[in-house]
Every structure is written in structure tokens, then in C-alpha cells.
């Protein structure tokens, strides 16, 4: 008896092999097989899970098969034995073992009789594209387009402003033979159809964007299937843009000449630049960072400050104010400061002046006014100068 179990086993082992080791070549366009029973499409984004769903009349005993069929037929899992209408795992000869650690099988009967199948595979990835095919009884066959979008060159993560840049997407919408595989495909940026975006060129499964800009960083493009039943699947792409610095960099305040005199308070000057990755900036010798604080100034401040601002391996933008700075000092500031205040008071003076003059009649003109003499040079004190209108005039002094 024991004899013959290993015997069964061998004959068990042996003809596993040979299903597993089965091989034809495909010759089908893809997305059809002609010998299929059953077809359905299903379109997963790349890295995510495949659900395959698929129902079949209920009959005790029934062998089921689950095949990949690309240009060789590789068995993913078979089994000769169904437990009440139910697919174990238990049951199940896996060919690959890498198969077996990211499918998952659930079956159930259904109120009809019929067996309910689903199963799912994890981590989708581009290689995993093609017809399956399971068979019990009958065979449906599985289209599995695995749905992709990626950006060429693929020198680095992102993409340096107006350089030229190709948005590739899988499937193409060539591939996809109807009635068979009956999804339409389509291309959109932040939700709004590529038709109406000016800055792309679309071909079929392709986006050619001649200049990229920097009003494009973080905008999502999509690629999307909208099947013929209802379904919608996608995959996302956000646009990761490096741009910087700009000419020209920016001032706050703006001015770039600052005229000063030794002793004035320079205002902080604070210099930006618009980048990504953000630039490193400078003032020289004033130190690194953004502001420029001078402080008090005097006269060796006179010359240049020049700020800059540095993307690393990439650009370097530089923008320069230019300080003059009097050496007066604090004496001649104040007589600049009384000339100035003289000079603007001047015209308030001439006006008061005339305010004597209002009441005058057409005869006399008079003025009262007191001349005071330093008393060392013995003067006397004039008071009450009377001014009339004739010829000779009279002057009254009045001695103190």
C-alpha cells in the first residue's frame, strides 16, 4: 500500500511538472483570445491589486486551472479537488511559489447554484500584462492591461523648466482591440481635458510638452479608461518642476541706490529669489542669507552690495545696490537741517510780513517799533517813530 501511495505521488509530481512546463506560443493580437469562452478587460493601475471575478455552474467534481498565457503558457496554480463548491488553497499546486505569496482566492456558492470566483493579485506590476485564462468546466479569459505613466528623460525625479519632456502612458489606445478590450482612453491635466491645454501635444498614449514651466509644477495628469460598462480606472502623474532663480532677484525696498549721510541707519534690505529647490543667497562679505543689515553707516560703507543667489550645479543670479555715503559731520548736518527748515518756512515769513500793511490808510504810514541799543556805547533808546506821508517827515524822540 505504501508502495503504491509513493507511486501515486510520483505520477502526481510528474505530471505537475509537465503542466507547469507546457508550453505554446500565443498568437493572438493582445487583449484576445480566440478560444476563450468568455472575455473580460480589466484595466489595474501599476502597483496595485488585480481583482478577477468570474462565475461558473456548480458540478461536483471539476478541475480548475489558472494560466498566464504570454508567449509561453505559465501555469500560476491548478487543482484537481473543489470541497463543497469551494476553492481551497490547501487544494491548490502552485508552479511559481511567487505567485502563491500575493494571490488570494475566494470562492463562495451564490443563491443561482453557480460558483462565485474571485481572485486578486497584489503588486501589479508592468511584466504581469497579458490574458489569464481559469478554467472550470469552461474557460474565461482575464485582459489584463496594467495601466502606467512615465516621464521621459528619467534622468532624475523631476524635471528642469523649458526643457522638453514626453508623458508616456500604457496601454496605448492601438493595443486595445474592440470589441474585446471596449475601454476608451483618455488624457487629462488637473481635470481638465488635454484638448484644451495649449501647453501639451497629445498623441496616441503619448504627451509631448515642448517647454515645461514652472506653472506647471504640481499639476496632475491623468490617464484614464472608461470602459464600455461603467468602469473607470486611472493612473496619476504630478509633474514635479525645478526652476530658479530668476532674473531679475527681488528687493524689499526696491531701490538699488541709497544716497546717505555717515551716520544715518541704513534700511535692512531683504533679497528673494523664486526657486525650487530653494537657493542659497548672499550679501559677500555682509554674511549669507536673505537680509542685509548695515546698521549705522559711515563713510567706508560708500560702494557696492551685491546679493546672490545660488541653485547648486545649476544657476547663479546675482543683483547689486550701490551706497553713497557723506562724510559730514554733526555740525554741518545741522546747518544743512536749519537751511532746510529755513528754506521751507520762508515763503509762511514773506506772508506774515504783509499783515502790517492791511490796515494803512491812503495818507499815513506808521509803525511803532522799539530799537533797543546796547547801553555800554551810551545810545539812547528811540521809541514812537512816526512816518507821514509828506515830503519832509517829523520825528519825534522820546528820551528814557
Known amino acids: 500500500m505504501a508502495i503504491l501511495l509513493l507511486k501515486l505521488r510520483d505520477v502526481s509530481l510528474i505530471f505537475t511538472r509537465l503542466i507547469c512546463l507546457f508550453v505554446f506560443t500565443v498568437t493572438n493580437v493582445e487583449g484576445y483570445a480566440s478560444w476563450c469562452d468568455f472575455s473580460k478587460t480589466v484595466f489595474v493601475p501599476e502597483e496595485s491589486t488585480a481583482t478577477f471575478l468570474t462565475t461558473f455552474t456548480f458540478r461536483t467534481f471539476r478541475h480548475t486551472m489558472f494560466v498566464k498565457t504570454d508567449r509561453t503558457f505559465q501555469t500560476i496554480f491548478w487543482s484537481f479537488h473543489l470541497r463543497e463548491g469551494h476553492i481551497f488553497t490547501d487544494n491548490l499546486d502552485w508552479c511559481d511559489p511567487s505567485w502563491k505569496n500575493r494571490t488570494n482566492i475566494i470562492s463562495q456558492l451564490n443563491t443561482k447554484g453557480q460558483i462565485d470566483i474571485r481572485i486578486e493579485i497584489s503588486n501589479i506590476s508592468m511584466k504581469d500584462n497579458g490574458t489569464y485564462y481559469f478554467s472550470l468546466g469552461k474557460v474565461t479569459c482575464f485582459i489584463l492591461f496594467v495601466m502606467q505613466i512615465r516621464l521621459e528623460p528619467r534622468k532624475t525625479e523631476a524635471t528642469e523648466e523649458n526643457m522638453p519632456v514626453y508623458v508616456y502612458a500604457h496601454p496605448h489606445a492601438s493595443v486595445i482591440t474592440r470589441p474585446f478590450a471596449n475601454a476608451t482612453m483618455t488624457w487629462l491635466v488637473n481635470g481638465l481635458s488635454v484638448n484644451k491645454t495649449a501647453s501639451f501635444i ?6 509631448w510638452i515642448p517647454h515645461i514651466t514652472r506653472g506647471l509644477d504640481g499639476s496632475n495628469v491623468t490617464y484614464r479608461s472608461v470602459q464600455d460598462n461603467g468602469n473607470v480606472n486611472e493612473v496619476n502623474y504630478t509633474m514635479n518642476v525645478t526652476y ?17 549721510v555717515s551716520g544715518d541707519i541704513m534700511p535692512d534690505i531683504t533679497c528673494t529669489a523664486d526657486c525650487k529647490p530653494p537657493c542659497s543667497i548672499s550679501w559677500g562679505k555682509y554674511g549669507s542669507g536673505g537680509t542685509l543689515r548695515l546698521g549705522e553707516v559711515t563713510s567706508k560703507d560708500t560702494g557696492e552690495c551685491t546679493c546672490t543667489a545660488t541653485r547648486t550645479g545649476v544657476k547663479t543670479v546675482k543683483r547689486t545696490i550701490n551706497i553713497h555715503v557723506a562724510g559730514f559731520n554733526n555740525s554741518v548736518r545741522k546747518s544743512l537741517n536749519q537751511t532746510i527748515e529755513d528754506c521751507s518756512n520762508s ?26 541799543v546796547p547801553t555800554e556805547v551810551g545810545l539812547e533808546t528811540y521809541e514812537n517813530i512816526r512816518l507821514s506821508s509828506i515830503s519832509t517827515p517829523e520825528v519825534q524822540v522820546a528820551h528814557s
Open 347 to 372: 515763503q509762511a515769513a514773506d506772508n506774515h510780513g504783509l499783515e502790517h500793511y492791511e490796515a494803512l490808510d491812503t495818507n499815513t504810514i506808521q509803525k511803532e517799533k522799539v530799537y533797543e
Open 202 to 207: 497629445q498623441q496616441d498614449g503619448l504627451i
Open 244 to 260: 530658479g532663480p530668476s532674473q531679475s532677484l527681488s528687493l524689499e525696498p526696491g531701490q538699488t541706490q541709497y544716497y546717505l
